[in-house]
């Protein structure tokens, strides 16, 4: 069944429409040919245009099942998405770490939803870095990178200050300056991903299906520029497919 594919764990929320969460993450990484797995980090009651209730699954919980699996599987990359804290996440990152320090492991920095639902404030720096050093990579936009840091400064430059810690995929989603255009800094280049459209109907979860599909490339072997490049390429086909805001996954 899974002989020939690397496995990739997302380690999430479930959303019941499919548009974001573990059930978008599952679809994205089926049409990478990964096999994936997993972990709900928390219930909620939405749609795809308005988010009513959360519900947080316990820690131990989702410790034990990171546990459980890494001892079962070869897990090649993982990625995280909402979670309800900086300490949890923390938690979360170094169980992974004590299975593998090998393991790829992307953050898709959710802070709260499109309908103004919190997920995760960020209020201890010095644990923030902690948690970037043991990751490969952080996808956030335009808006919620600048939360990630307390200096006021610009986007870029945060997102350069960070990359002394892991990878960032600066998301231009929310750029209104140069619409669709992303960056990805590392420790030493900053590199232009540019779109092939700026003409796309806007997706509920696109952000949730762009980081599972830089997992899904790291998984196979892709390094993370040309990882980052294939899921913009994927999310753009996505983003594409309907005039809706649930699109089709297709490759």
Not at 118 to 135: C, H, P
Not at 189 to 215: F, R, V, W
């Amino acid at each position: 069944m899974s002989a020939s594919r690397p496995f990739v764990l997302s380690i999430a929320g479930f959303d019941p429409s499919g548009g974001a969460g573990i059930l978008a993450d599952v679809k994205t990484f089926e049409q990478h040919q990964v096999y994936g797995l997993a972990i709900i980090t928390g219930n909620t009651i939405q749609t795809e245009d308005s988010f009513h209730a959360m519900q947080w699954m316990d820690l131990d919980f989702v410790l034990k099942s990171i546990e459980t699996l890494f001892e079962k599987y070869d897990i090649q990359a993982v990625k995280i998405g909402i979670v309800p804290s900086l300490d949890y996440l923390k938690s979360i990152v170094e169980e992974i770490r004590k299975h593998s320090s090998e393991v790829k492991i992307v953050w898709d920095t959710i802070l709260k939803s499109t309908t103004e639902f919190e997920f995760i404030s960020i209020e201890n720096q010095s644990e923030l870095i902690s948690v970037l050093e043991k990751i490969a990579l952080i996808t956030p936009n335009y808006q919620e990178i600048l939360k990630l840091l307390p200096q006021k400064t610009s986007a870029e430059n945060t997102a350069k200050i960070l990359s002394e810690h892991c990878a960032v995929l600066l998301k231009g989603g929310h750029n209104t300056e140069e619409i669709g255009t992303d960056y990805l800094f590392t420790k030493n280049e900053k590199i232009t991903l540019n779109p092939k459209t700026t003409i796309a109907a806007e997706k509920h979860g696109s952000g949730c299906i762009l980081s599972s599909a830089i997992t899904a490339n790291l998984a196979l072997n892709n390094d993370l520029p040309k990882s980052c490049q294939k899921a913009k390429l994927y999310i753009e086909n996505y983003l594409n497919t309907n005039n809706t805001k649930l699109g089709y996954h297709y490759v």
